[in-house]
């Protein structure tokens, strides 16, 4: 029959309720078999502990939770050494644990880790991890990450991150290509980033984040091939940015422009849908003034004509009259929306876009129109998705001869 404690004591919770040093002064008492006399009945577990004196010990249940007591000056306030050699020494002859220290680590290898490093002082642990640090560069990085957080009482030191997230990025570049090192470095920094804002050094947080983001767009710009990895790696910095974004509250204003600059700039493929995913950062102020952004740069773009050649696909006019196109939409009003796709008439694509904004609202004949006008500008350039939207709006109309 299973014991009512099987669930309740662990060696997790032993060691959650007594602290490092008691766990470990219990751990060798219970080495060294210096508990007797264990007895257990329904609801307590009661042992002999023979330290400097006989201590008795008792566990017990108090409702759902794991109580104990213990004759020592410690055992009345917290899991003292005795309580914690009684609850290991309970733990081995249950069965619950292993009883042997080569059987744990080949059946629960991470809790024997977690067992050995708890028994260790910090003197070996120092030099343990010293000696990683030395053949782990990442590793090290992530110590440094966490030196530099930690900073002084005035909080992170800016200029030491700067130099960690210069020198990871950089690697990017002199390379020219992604390695498995370099996913790993960069996902290293985001995740050390993060750590500052969940720390409550939110602003730091947030500086950091856009001066990373400045970093990494000095790599894609030299960058000669990119894969999934490094994008995930992309949209996991955005993510990030959202997330110090709504801790730090920048000024909206400001915002609104790196986003607009962002969102226009060719080496990157984030930052999409701004004014709905940062709308509560942003707020009213941030959101009007991205707005205006996209509207007075609009205003400087030339109409194109069909003698023009078209723009840059994915270019930074691309990118901005779907800005524009979005903000069109809210409107609700169609031809808020055909107004702006009409700046651009230089490619056959444009009219038979057009031509579907109209048939998506049900205007047929101006649909048809448009299309008409695409193929007679574009004599030598015939587009075959146009030609073959017109043949279905023309079955559509019953205009058979027409088509």
Known sequence: ???????????????????????????????????????????????????????????????????????????????????VAVGLT??????AVPATPVEHARTMPSEAIKMYL??????????????????????????????????????ADISAIHALIDTIT????????????????????????LDLSEDGQTAAAYEL?????????????????????????????????????RAASPEPKVLAHRLFEWRLNPVWDLFHDVMATYADVLTDV???????????????????????DPPARFGRRFRLSY??????????????????????????ASFLSIAETYEEAGKYEVAILWGERGLKEFPDRQDPDLKAFLVQAYQRQGREREE
């Open 1 to 83: 029959m299973s014991s009512v404690f099987a669930d309740l004591l662990t060696q997790e919770t032993i060691r959650e309720h007594s602290g490092f040093r008691a766990f470990r002064d219990g751990h060798k008492y219970f080495e060294r078999g210096q508990v007797y006399g264990l007895l257990e009945d329904h609801n307590s577990i009661r042992a002999k502990v023979l330290g400097l004196y006989e201590y008795s010990v008792q566990l017990r249940l108090s409702g759902q939770e794991l109580d104990h007591e213990c004759t020592c000056p410690a055992g009345k306030q917290s899991f003292c050494k005795h309580t």
């Open 90 to 95: 309970w733990l081995t002859e249950s069965g």
């Open 118 to 155: 708890a028994l260790q002082d910090r003197a070996a642990l120092i030099e343990l991890i010293m000696d990683q640090a030395e053949q782990d560069e990442h590793l090290q990085e992530r110590l440094l990450f966490k030196i530099a957080g930690s900073g002084s009482s005035q909080g």
């Open 170 to 193: 950089d690697e990017g570049g002199q390379e020219g290509a992604v390695t498995d090192s370099y996913i790993e470095r960069l996902n290293s920094m985001l995740s050390a980033l």
């Open 209 to 245: 984040t856009e001066y990373a983001l400045d970093a990494i767009e000095k790599v894609l710009v030299t960058l000669e091939q990119r894969d999934e990895r490094f994008d995930d790696v992309l949209f996991h910095l955005q993510d990030l940015h959202l997330t110090v974004c």
């Open 286 to 308: 941030g959101l009007s003034e991205y707005r205006a952004l996209a509207e007075a740069t609009w205003s400087e773009m030339p109409v194109l004509k069909p003698s023009d």
């Open 323 to 348: 800005i524009m196109e979005s903000l069109a939409r809210e409107s609700e009003n169609i031809e808020d929306l055909v107004k702006i796709k009409q700046k651009d008439l230089s490619q056959p």
